[in-house]
């Protein structure tokens, strides 16, 4: 997979890609990762990116000129499975979107800064629009590496134990069970015994189980998709 990200602030985004899983994926050839910033397609000396918006309200807009000459320069080289902008007013991000985003080959990602970009952009170029919940980030950015990571986990390959993707709390759309290691007892607290019991019938009912009691008592509304 490809993935191209228009930014300007790559600075913000490098780290996390730069560690663990995701950074093993980018040595093992499984993602390459591109910044490209705006600044570079300006015509004016103070690269200038950004503008205030027509109707007066407050805050800056990023201008649709350098954008517009970033995403042509990138769509002449290839095409783009999707275009999406990440936006407070775009779908909220479900591990059913990642999972079929993580069947791609090449994504571009839009990180919007200030007040977010010119509508025409959004109507010209994007063909999808992503949140990562009800809140507001200071822009796009942040999302971006949420939704990098979340879809680059899931490229086969990329996690070792190919059944530990599939276990996630959401993969089945339930929450994930409780989870133990060494020691047996710890401050006075033990693992359940049949973890210990080496029946997997039995361990995979008692997961099932938690799982759903967790689901039930902590996100209600995702019983109501599951069946
Ligand atoms: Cl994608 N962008 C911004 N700026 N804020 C957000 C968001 C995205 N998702 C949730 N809040």
């Given amino acids: 997979m490809r993935i191209d990200i228009i930014t300007i602030l790559p600075e913000l985004m490098k780290s996390p890609f730069e560690a663990s899983i995701i950074k093993r ?7 390459e990762i591109h ?26 807009v990023m201008m649709p000129e350098p954008l517009s000459l970033l995403i042509e320069s990138l769509l002449e080289k290839r095409s783009y499975d999707k275009i999406i902008y990440l936006t407070p007013d775009g779908e909220p991000l479900k591990q059913k979107r990642a999972n079929s985003l ?3 080959q090449n994504l571009m990602l839009i990180c919007g800064h200030y007040k977010g970009i010119d509508q025409r ?39 070792g134990n190919e059944t530990s993707a599939l276990t996630d709390s959401f993969q089945d759309g339930l929450l994930a069970p409780p989870i133990y290691t060494r020691p047996e007892v710890f401050k006075g ?21 938690m799982s759903q009691q967790r689901t039930q008592e902590r996100r209600p509304d995702l019983l109501d998709e599951f069946d």
């Avoid at 033990?190 to 997961?207: H, R, T």
Wanted: charge should be negative; charged fraction near 20%.
């Fill in 189 to 209: 607290l033990e693992v359940p015994k049949v973890l210990l019991s080496g029946n997997f019938e039995k361990i995979e009912a008692w997961n099932f189980q």
């Fill in 102 to 104: 993580s069947l791609c």
């Fill in 35 to 60: 910044f490209h910033t705006p600044r570079d397609f300006t015509n004016n000396v103070h690269k200038t990116i950004d503008d205030k918006p027509y109707g007066g309200m407050a805050g800056m």
């Fill in 121 to 159: 952009i959004r109507d010209l170029y994007v063909n999808l629009e992503i949140s990562i919940g009800d809140y507001v980030l200071t822009g796009g950015e942040l999302a971006a590496c949420v939704l990098v990571d979340t879809i680059v986990r899931l490229i086969p390959g990329v996690i």
């Fill in 25 to 31: 994926a980018q040595e093992k050839n499984q993602v």
